[in-house]
């Protein structure tokens, strides 16, 4: 059996994958599809961005961390009751953990799930050598599924043409189309998470993509690829119930404290935690009745003055301290967990 996906890839960083891939999911969404997002690698940042577009929790897919066992099985419970899934690579295609090795890759994920690859190539001030990128991907590993090529911060549509008859002609890849150098929709930098996604994609900059999408790429071809089933359909049989819930987790969560990965969050709630989230900036205090306290990273120092004149929430934190009540960084109750490395 066939389902529809596709991994979006780079020669390198900063191509624009992501702006790909939110453009993507924009006009696919707008369509009336459901989508399921993903990202390779370790990555807390361009997940948000995904959630925003999607309406739905993107998921990590870290082949270093999780092995090909639970990359499987994370792909197949999230994305079973989707239309079509996108993965947004990292940094170049081949790009892991060493040089020698795929392990950690953006290849590596889509051997894995046997998922075509959308290759995104920065055009400028490139014309016929970008035949010779495509080509060079193509002979590295000629297990990949290299299924189409789009490109980013075109000249015009004459510099498309040029690219498009070079990859073609040379490679037998279709180039699926190309975004112009649009300051309009550059997304704002977003090393270690200072720029938040509820932020900067503004409901203006999210009908842009998508227009840009249907309007500058072939999306009727883009939405047809697909991916054997086969891959993962043992995964799919394997269905982890929730236990009953058997404590709260108070889980501080807003601008000053963001990092999570949904997979965690799944993971507690299965071994009985039931979930409260709260805001340490907005909220005057911790939720009543908490059995423990999850901070995630972030940057509560950006935040300090707004942390710091918040005075009644830090006290309710002290006080719950004081009681013995846990933080969930140093807990180890095999009681509530099961036992723990």
Aim: glycine share 10%.
């Amino acid at each position: 059996m066939k389902r529809s996906g596709f991994l979006i890839a780079g020669t390198h960083s900063g191509v624009g994958k992501t702006t790909v891939t939110l453009a993507l999911l924009e006009a696919l969404i707008r369509r009336g599809m459901k989508v399921q997002a993903f990202k390779v690698g370790p990555d807390y940042l361009d997940p948000t961005f995904h959630r925003v577009a999607t309406g739905r929790a993107s998921r990590n897919l870290d082949g270093w961390m999780m092995g090909r066992s639970e990359v499987l099985k994370s792909f197949a419970r999230t994305s079973d009751d989707a239309d079509l899934s996108v993965i947004e690579g990292v940094m170049g295609l081949f790009d892991g953990l060493r040089g020698r090795s795929e392990e950690g890759s953006s290849a590596q994920i889509s051997k894995w799930l046997s998922m075509p690859v959308i290759l995104v190539i920065d055009a400028g001030g490139l014309a016929r050598t970008a035949a010779a990128l495509v080509r060079g991907c193509q002979a590295l590993d000629p297990e990949l599924k290299i299924s189409g090529v789009i490109f980013n911060r075109i000249g015009s549509k004459n510099h498309l043409d040029i690219l498009k008859e070079a990859v073609e002609s040379v490679c037998a890849v279709p180039v699926l189309g190309g975004f112009p150098k649009e300051e309009a929709i550059a997304l704002p930098e977003r090393h270690l998470g200072l720029v938040h996604a509820a932020k900067s994609l503004t409901p203006e900059i999210r009908e842009r993509l998508a227009k840009m999408a249907e309007t500058l790429l072939d999306l009727d071809q883009i939405a047809k690829l697909e991916y054997l089933i086969e891959a993962v359909s043992l995964s799919l049989s394997v269905r982890e119930e929730k236990k009953p819930v058997r404590c709260r987790i108070g889980v501080a969560l807003d601008a000053a404290f963001h990092f999570y990965y949904q997979d965690n969050f799944d993971l507690l709630e299965r071994a009985g935690a039931e979930l409260v989230f709260f805001s340490p900036l907005n909220e005057v205090e911790i939720p009543a009745d908490l059995d423990g306290l999850y901070f995630g990273g972030g940057y509560p120092e950006v935040y300090a003055e707004g942390l710091s004149r918040n005075r009644t929430m830090p006290e309710s934190i002290r006080r719950f301290s004081a009681r013995g009540g846990p933080d969930l960084r140093r807990m180890r109750r095999p009681d509530v967990f099961g036992k723990q490395d």
